[in-house]
């Protein structure tokens, strides 16, 4: 309702009482302050001079109620998809998310050894600047809140002529915001909770803008294959591919020990998520421990029987051999564009740069992705498979 409907309905009811000449501007100056200024506002607004309760249910007058509605109920599920992701897919989408903004030369760093370090970028203007900046992605929950002790590791571990970023999904303490700002010391800027959700809806990270603008969450980038049901794509194909604990270099090692858990064992699907979470350090949620054990099950190696899990006879083949083309073979009959990747590069005469992969892989497959995730995991395994390597300039063929 518009300012100046909320005030002929309080007149009519004798809620209010004016002599004023614009009441309708005294109840819209009110409605603003109270908005801007009351963190307990029972008020939003919803479109140009219109106003709403929090808590309205019924948008049939306003279909920009209807829409913010459903932003912000996007909003909430995309903090709740982003502390259920792996620690290094995190970093994936704030990496994700600076290029976005226009940072280049985005890379994730190595797990060990990264000295607090998790993103590196420059940020470029006009030509004329540029930035090296190093960030930290601290995916934590509301109430951990970032302390100044961090922005003073940050800048124990940056060079001379970088500046540093902190993100995370909680906020930061009154000494972490002063300390950021200290003079005579490398700047750290600082991104909370609530700026890091803008920020992937103005930049579309993460959601996908329909197209009454009303925002959905972008399943690919945050499903985990929780369930039994797997997403297909052409040729009957697993859409996604995920990750595995225990360091971008050891996916294949890690995935050797869950076969030989699952060779050796009868296990249930809760005795293999309670195994991720006793073997690795940074598994500490049962829901991102279920999207690891979906891994093997997408690539054709591992299915559940009677609530048993068993190796398939692709499994059972590639636990005995170790062979690394039988498994090349296996995931590239399972996973959606595995196997033409690796041809893509193989074909080209120049390493290539995963935002031509993403091209390539948009314009030949029943695909439309927003971000480089899927990419960047597929290449992951091409690397840890020994298929692919990385060098300046992009991916290669080994």
């Known amino acids: 309702m518009s300012a100046k409907e909320i005030t002929e309905i309080a007149l009519n009811i004798e809620l209010i009482d004016t ?11 009110q409605l603003y302050t109270d908005i801007n200024k009351n963190s307990t506002t029972q008020f939003k607004k919803v479109g140009r001079g219109k106003f709403a309760l929090k808590k309205q249910t019924e948008s049939a007058k306003s279909p920009l109620l209807a829409i913010q509605n ?33 940072y280049e030369n985005v890379e994730v760093t190595k797990r060990s050894g990264d000295k607090g370090i998790d ?32 922005i003073t590791q940050l800048r124990g571990s940056a060079e001379v002529d970088q500046r540093g970023l902190i993100i995370t999904t909680s906020d930061f303490t009154k000494d972490a915001i002063i300390e950021s700002k200290a003079q005579n010391k490398m700047p750290v800027a600082l991104v909370n909770g609530e700026k890091l959700i803008n920020l992937l809806f103005t930049y579309k990270v993460g959601v996908k803008e329909e197209t009454v603008s009303v925002y959905s969450i972008d399943s690919e980038l945050f499903e985990n294959e929780l369930s039994d049901s797997i997403i297909k794509g052409i040729e009957n194909k697993n859409r996604s591919i995920w990750p595995l604990p225990g360091g971008i270099y050891s996916y294949v090692e890690t995935l050797y020990l869950l076969l030989e858990k ?23 949620s049962t829901k991102t421990a279920n999207g690891y054990l979906n891994v093997p099950k997408s690539m054709g190696l591992i299915d559940f029987k009677n609530s048993i899990c068993k190796l398939t006879d692709a499994g059972s083949l590639y636990y005995k051999s170790e062979d690394l083309d039988f498994l090349f073979k296996t995931i ?67």
């Open 332 to 398: 590239s009959t399972n996973i959606l564009a595995f196997e033409d990747i690796y041809e893509f590069l193989l074909s080209s005469s120049e390493p290539k740069l995963d935002q031509e992969i993403l091209e390539f892989v948009n314009e030949n497959f029943d695909v439309n992705w927003s971000t480089l995730a899927q990419v960047n995991f597929r290449l992951l395994w091409l690397i840890n498979i020994g298929k692919v390597k990385k060098k300046d300039g992009g991916y290669t063929v080994k």
């Open 119 to 150: 993103v590196t970028a420059n940020l470029t203007v006009s030509g004329l600047t540029n930035v090296k900046t190093v960030i930290q992605a601290k995916r934590y929950k509301r109430g951990n809140n970032i302390s100044g002790k961090y």
């Open 262 to 284: 699952i060779n050796n064992t009868k296990s249930k699907r809760n005795d293999l998520v309670k195994w991720f979470v006793e073997s690795f350090d940074n598994v500490t």
């Open 70 to 102: 459903q932003n912000e109920l996007v909003k909430h599920k995309l903090i709740e998809r982003i502390h259920n992701m792996d620690p290094f897919q995190f970093e994936y989408l704030v990496a994700e998310l600076l290029r976005k903004i226009g």
């Open 19 to 29: 002599s004023g000449a614009t009441p309708e501007a005294t109840m819209a100056a």
